[in-house]
């Protein structure tokens, strides 16, 4: 483990933390004229129920949208900070930040992990190889346009055409069937996720779910391709949103948008390196560039007067079509958690 390597990526992720700029997704709904924050559309009213089941995995998992050079997201508390004010209250000693753009997009999380992730080839081979990766599976779908009530499902991948070592390639072309992470199901028998939706929609072709938390499980290689380290963030009010394709069986979703917020309380537990908890001048350095760039509420319901103790934090997914999964695995966390004891910024509660 090449705990050098990630603690200088942990700094570059904390030097530059800031606000998120805003892209655009077709089919996404403005709800505030004067504000156009973007949001996802609204439970439509005509179509009816349906009883097909799709399946559909990762081929790119991506932090910044290639096409338009922005982070992705979604406005996640409804509000375009500046000249509104925030959700929530900065820690002691931090200023509030604002939303890049005119959309209110909350993604102060993607320059953090950006840095992180700043192997994005080696980041996508880990995809292919199924060492990391989300199936998404839709239940009780009309295969129309609109489809007011929809299951939507995501697990984690930790394996692919029955190898976790990373020895088999996929190829997404809706033949491969994922090994998931038996964290991500409620009984390795039955596969079902422990992450779903059972009020999903489809309103215009875009799937629309929240699902209220996901343990996120990457694999983050460095540049020289080795002793990846396993990264979990548990993430909190996770919105999924994106046009989707049936194709048999299997479900294609371009442009998909996974947003949700990081709690500070677990942020760091499995951050992928011990030198993170080991050495204390890393970790004191870190602190107060995360402390400084929190945003949200980690309760998406908690009042405007709430202190921050959430970063948020969105992906950009492709999704291609793939078999149902073939079976659960329970992968050994490659890292140590920490640190021990609560973290916190002042008064966050």
């Known amino acids: 483990m090449n705990h050098k390597a990630t603690a200088g990526l942990l ?29 996802w559309p609204s439970r439509p009213n005509d179509g009816s129920g349906g009883t097909r089941t799709l399946f559909g995995a990762t081929r790119q998992i991506l932090l ?20 509104q004010a925030g959700s929530c209250v900065p820690p002691t000693g931090a200023k509030a930040g604002c939303d890049n753009g005119s959309r209110g997009v909350d993604n102060n999380g993607g320059a953090l992990f950006g840095a992180l992730f700043s192997n994005v080839q080696g980041l996508q081979q880990e995809i292919v190889h199924g060492q990391h990766g989300i199936v998404v599976r839709v239940d009780r779908y009309n295969g129309q346009a609109n489809d007011p009530d929809v299951i939507a499902s995501i697990y984690n991948v930790v394996g692919v055409d029955g190898k976790t070592d990373g020895g088999a390639s996929a190829k997404f072309d809706g033949t491969d069937s994922f090994i998931v992470d038996s964290d991500s199901v409620i009984s390795d028998g039955e596969l079902q996720s422990k992450y779903f939706d059972e009020q999903a929609y489809v309103a215009n072709n875009v799937l629309v779910a929240t699902i209220p938390s996901f343990r996120l499980r990457l694999m983050i290689p460095p540049s020289d391709r080795s002793n990846a380290e396993e990264v979990i963030e548990e993430i909190k009010g996770v919105q999924l949103v994106g046009r989707i394709e049936p194709e048999g069986a299997g479900l294609r979703i371009q442009r998909a948008v996974l947003a949700g917020r990081i709690p500070l309380a ?8 011990g030198s993170v908890c080991s050495d204390a001048g890393v970790f004191d350095f870190i602190k107060p560039r995360v402390c400084g760039a929190l945003d949200l509420p980690a309760d998406p319901q908690a009042n405007r007067g709430t202190t921050c103790n959430a970063l948020s934090f969105a992906l950009l997914l492709d999704v291609a079509p793939a078999q149902a999964p073939s079976g659960a695995k329970t992968i050994t966390s490659t890292g140590p958690s920490c640190p021990p004891t609560d973290v916190r910024c002042d008064d966050s509660p």
């Open 266 to 273: 677990t942020m760091f537990l499995h951050a992928g390196s």
């Open 11 to 39: 700094i570059g992720m904390a030097v530059v933390a800031g606000c998120s700029v805003m892209t655009s997704f077709d089919g996404y709904t403005a709800s505030d004229v004067s504000c156009d924050p973007l949001r």
């Open 64 to 83: 910044a949208d290639p096409d338009a050079g922005t982070d992705p997201g979604l406005d996640l508390d409804g509000l375009c900070t500046c000249p």
